[in-house]
């Protein structure tokens, strides 16, 4: 198990130093970058929409149940959304989601491009592969992940304000009052710097599981869903440890 | 020209590849012909440096393709075109940017020169109607040709062909071989073809290495292969009934050509 680990790891590192090389047409790989940009955030954007509105409304739903004494003013109601979306589900609960969108298309994607020799006729063409194909993709996503996350706050927010007001827990104008009290700019800051963690750990963790496969179709799927669990869990582990380190 | 110098490769103990060494002249169609597990796909992708020999060398026109440095195999592999066995086209693409992929990476001009030269190269192999439509919606043996366009596209002075005619009824396969011989001969390319169809054998091997177990058990051209008396060989290439008939006919229809009687009694194409 160790020596596996280390074997992935190291084959991990030596793919993503394999991605610096002169670019053969940096025209090309602007390209391949805007289309990975467009395919990562443009196309998650439905999911992140629909993950956001609920998040946020179940947050304030639970947060009122708990918060039952008359002394709470219901503006903190809008406070703790605010900060739970912000600290944690946006960057994280978001992060987790696209892991599995993006992830498994990303494994998917360079898997097949494998077993059907596609990459070998780029490397034959006399391409740098990794360059071409992996780093688009982690600089795409580290190009739109963080504005999802961002997009994420900001949908839950609106849709904890919209479950709190619709429920007759709170108005309008008091969860506005809660958002605007005792807003912390290092948390955004906080939220960010978990975002683009997330973001490379989903790219270059699926980019490594679809580059290296070997086989044939079944081992595309595997390599997919071998891409999402790692993620996940590095995911979850670098959340812990980002929270150890910067709160 | 392509020259290997006594080639090594194995994986782990095992050893695939147990010191080959040929000369793949330019002008002409090589064949690299065994039985599965021969070895001669693995020797295939040491050519193209897609594995890396264990010890021995591989010469592109005298310089050294192993002991040369990522950047310089670059150079070298901008010069080599491959046809793979499933033809990897690039699905996202259509037939027409999967032609102009080659040129937009490396290739200089204008856009309407690109188009110019990916048409020409199309109606090459017959399918310029086919342009706008994309892998998925054409067939196996239309996509060999759209593999055939995108590996002649910038003009290379190598040719790889994975299994050509994998997959392909008789018919598509003899024009795939007609149409490998004469971009062969059209733009003097030495081409290299990996294969276990014994129509190409006898069409187009202008120079066939067997290979047996690892090691290069009999070279020579397609009339030689006739009169060879290597038992392997022959039990390879004229594996059924038929075959040995169609051999038998052969050797009496050269028989009756003057040349061919003296070479023989000369002893001279036999290996």
Redesign the interface.
């Known amino acids: 198990m160790e020596f596996r680990f280390f074997y992935h790891f190291g084959a991990y590192l030596l793919m993503l130093k394999g991605m610096f090389s002169k670019p053969e047409n940096p025209k090309m790989y602007w390209k391949q970058l805007m289309q990975q940009s467009v395919d990562i955030g443009i196309g998650s954007l439905g999911i992140v929409f629909i993950i956001s509105l609920f998040m946020g409304g179940v947050t304030t739903l639970q947060t009122a149940y708990q918060l039952v004494s008359p002394i709470i003013p219901k503006a903190t109601i809008a406070q703790i959304v605010r900060d739970t979306i912000i600290l944690e589900f946006a960057p994280t609960l978001t992060s987790i989601v696209l892991a599995g969108v993006v992830g498994s298309k990303i494994a998917s994607e360079l898997g097949n491009m494998r077993i059907s020799e596609q990459i070998d006729a780029l490397e034959i063409m006399g391409i740098n592969t990794r360059g071409y194909l992996v780093m688009p993709k982690i600089l795409g996503a580290l190009l739109t992940i963080p504005c999802l996350v961002v997009i994420a706050g900001f949908l839950g927010i609106w849709g904890g304000k919209m479950a709190g007001v619709m429920a007759g827990i709170i108005s309008n104008d008091e969860f506005i009052q809660g958002l605007r009290q005792e807003l912390k700019v290092y948390n955004i800051f906080f939220a960010l710097s978990k975002s683009y963690t997330f973001a490379f750990i989903i790219s270059s963790v699926s980019a490594y599981y679809g580059y290296n496969v070997q086989g044939g179709a079944l081992e595309i799927g595997k390599a997919s869903t071998t891409a999402v669990v790692v993620s996940c869990v590095l995911i979850l582990f670098s959340d812990y440890a980002l929270s150890a380190i910067l709160l | 020209m392509i020259e290997l110098r006594d080639i090594k490769k194995g994986f782990g103990d095992k050893e695939i590849l147990k010191g080959v060494s040929a000369t793949m002249e330019s002008g002409k169609v090589n064949l690299i012909i065994g039985s599965s597990g021969s070895g001669k796909t693995v020797m295939m992708k040491c050519i193209?440096?897609?594995m890396t020999v264990n010890s021995g060398t591989i010469l592109y026109n005298d310089q050294d393709f192993t002991a040369m440095d990522?950047h310089e195999?670059?150079?070298i592999?901008?010069e080599?075109g491959?046809l793979?066995?499933?033809s990897?086209?690039?699905?996202s693409m259509t037939v027409e940017q999967n032609v102009m992929f080659?040129l937009?990476?490396?290739g200089k001009g204008s856009y309407k020169e690109k188009k110019k030269r990916v048409m020409e190269c199309l109606d090459r192999v017959n399918l310029k109607d086919a342009a706008k439509r994309f892998p998925a919606e054409i067939s196996g043996g239309m996509k060999k040709r759209v593999g055939i366009a995108r590996a002649i596209v910038l003009n290379p002075k190598y040719l790889?062909c994975d299994e050509p005619n994998s997959g392909l009824d008789p018919q598509t396969s003899l024009l795939i071989d007609k149409l490998i011989k004469e971009l062969t001969l059209e733009y003097t390319i030495t081409t290299v073809i990996n294969t276990h169809d014994m129509n190409t054998v006898m069409e187009s091997g202008d120079h066939i290495i067997y290979m047996y177990e690892g090691y290069k058990q009999w070279e020579g051209s397609n009339e030689e292969i006739i009169f060879a008396k290597d038992e392997k060989l022959n039990d390879f290439i004229f594996a059924s009934e038929f075959l040995r008939d169609a051999k038998e006919m052969r050797q009496m229809e050269m028989f009756r050509d003057k040349n061919w009687r003296d070479r023989l009694q000369g002893g001279k194409p036999e290996k």
């Not at chain 2, 990897?88 to 699905?91: E, I, T």
């Open positions: 193209v440096g897609l990522e195999k670059k150079t592999r901008q080599i491959m793979f066995q499933g990897a086209l690039f699905d080659p937009d990476m490396f790889f």
